[in-house]
Nanobody, 124 residues
Framework: QVQLVESGGGLVQAGGSLRLSCAASGRAFSRYSLGWFRQAPGKEREFVAAISWSGLSTYYVDSVKGRFTISRDDVKNTAVYLDMNNLKPEDAAVYYC????????????????WGQGTQVSVSS
């Protein structure tokens, strides 16, 4: 069974930090690129960041560059992380983990597997 399970969301004050985690199982996710998306109430889902299967390539939306860092760990089981620093109220959203079986890392990549999401709330 293919599963992407996010964790680590919560409520944080503006300027604070959170680390999101996503555990992937059920497929050879070590050969997939992995990404994070977010969706705020009343808004379209937005690409946030992605990392290649090798971990050597990363891609970020401009609004999070310098504040967010995506990383992955494939040593035992595949996991992807999103370290979020200097959080702003506009970062509040449900954050989704996704996997791309074709290895894309751009906002228009396929991303054919998705998690259920984790809520991030930022108080001002």
């Amino acid at each position: 069974q293919v599963q992407l399970v996010e964790s680590g969301g919560g409520l944080v004050q503006a300027g604070g930090s959170l680390r999101l985690s996503c555990a992937a199982s059920g497929r050879a996710f070590s050969r997939y690129s992995l990404g994070w998306f977010r969706q705020a109430p009343g808004k379209e889902r937005e690409f946030v960041a992605a990392i290649s299967w090798s971990g050597l390539s990363t891609y970020y939306v401009d609004s999070v560059k310098g504040r967010f860092t995506i990383s992955r760990d494939d040593v035992k089981n595949t996991a992807v992380y999103l370290d979020m620093n200097n959080l702003k109220p506009e970062d509040a959203a449900v954050y989704y983990c996704a996997a791309d079986s074709l290895g894309g890392v751009t906002p228009t990549a396929r991303f054919d597997f998705w998690g259920q999401g984790t809520q991030v709330s930022v108080s001002s």
